[in-house]
Each structure stands twice: as C-alpha cells, then as structure tokens.
C-alpha cells in the first residue's frame, strides 16, 4: 500500500501517479489534497507520514510545488526518510543507502513521464542492508 499526498501544486502530478499505480495495480491510498485549490502542504506531509509510520502504508509519496518543502515538513517525524528525488539515480541510490520511506518530488520541476520512472525505480529498490547504511540510519534516527 502506497500513501499519496500533495499540495495544490503537486495535484496533477499526483493524478497521473494514481493513474499509472492503478495500471500496475499497486495498491494506494490518496491522503489529498484533492484539488488544485490552494492549500498547505504540512498537513498532507503529515498524514502521509503518519501512515508510514503507522504501517498502514509501506511507503509514501508526496508531492507539491518543488517537492523542497513537502519533504522538509515530512521529515520532521521521528522515523521518516523523506528523500526529494528528480532523477532514477536518486531514487534508487536512496532506498539503497538511506532506506527511505517516502519519495517527495516537484510536480512544477519534473515532467509525468520522468516522474513515473523515478516512482517505478523508489519503490522496486529493495534496502541494501549493508552494515555501513544501518550505522547510518541509526545515527539519523537517534
């Protein structure tokens, strides 16, 4: 199960994502927002977060504007590993590395079809497990 959520500027983006889980048939659930009114993006940051970490959710994605302060609001949970990614490379480096739980990303800096590669890439990326990344992430995390 994916958690999904975004601002008004990460609408669109979003719907295509759903889209393209659906397609796959990757189960998600949409935490919002579900307009392109204006809205802030803590609150979805937070309830994508809150799934995440309640296990409700394996991983979350989020989306607004850049995707810069939808990941720094998400990453304000004890636990949350919110990476803001705009390129494969990252995706994969960051489940590899960092184990994250959420991917952010801009729905004004990055176009659809990019987008749906990088989300394909984050969520097929197993944690690598290495010894050197767990000392890592139990430093971020204590």
Not at 32 to 57: F, I, N, Q, R
Not at 69 to 92: Q, V
Not at 116 to 138: A, Q
């Given at each position: 199960?994916?958690?999904?959520?975004?601002?008004?500027?990460?609408?669109?983006?979003?719907?295509?994502?759903?889209?393209?889980?659906?397609?796959?048939?990757?189960?998600?659930?949409?935490?919002?927002?579900?307009?392109?009114?204006?809205?802030?993006?803590?609150?979805?940051?937070?309830?994508?977060?809150?799934?995440?970490?309640?296990?409700?959710?394996?991983?979350?994605?989020?989306?607004?504007?850049?995707?810069?302060?939808?990941?720094?609001?998400?990453?304000?949970?004890?636990?949350?590993?919110?990476?803001?990614?705009?390129?494969?490379?990252?995706?994969?480096?960051?489940?590899?590395?960092n184990d994250a739980n959420i991917l952010a990303m801009g729905g004004r800096v990055i176009g659809p079809g990019?987008?749906?590669?990088?989300?394909?890439?984050?969520?097929?990326?197993?944690?690598?497990?290495?010894?050197?990344?767990?000392?890592?992430?139990?430093?971020?995390?204590?």
């Open positions: 199960m994916i958690a999904l959520g975004c601002d008004h500027g990460g609408f669109e983006l979003k719907q295509e994502i759903i889209k393209h889980l659906k397609e796959k048939g990757v189960p998600y659930k949409d935490y919002g927002t579900y307009t392109e009114d204006s809205c802030d993006y803590p609150v979805y940051a937070k309830k994508v977060a809150e799934a995440v970490l309640s296990k409700e959710c394996e991983f979350g994605i989020l989306i607004c504007g850049t995707g810069i302060g939808i990941s720094i609001a998400a990453n304000r949970m004890k636990g949350i590993r919110a990476a803001l990614c705009h390129d494969c490379f990252s995706a994969e480096a960051t489940r590899l590395h990019h987008a749906l590669k990088i989300v394909d890439t984050f969520l097929n990326t197993p944690f690598s497990k290495d010894e050197r990344h767990v000392r890592r992430i139990n430093l971020i995390e204590d």
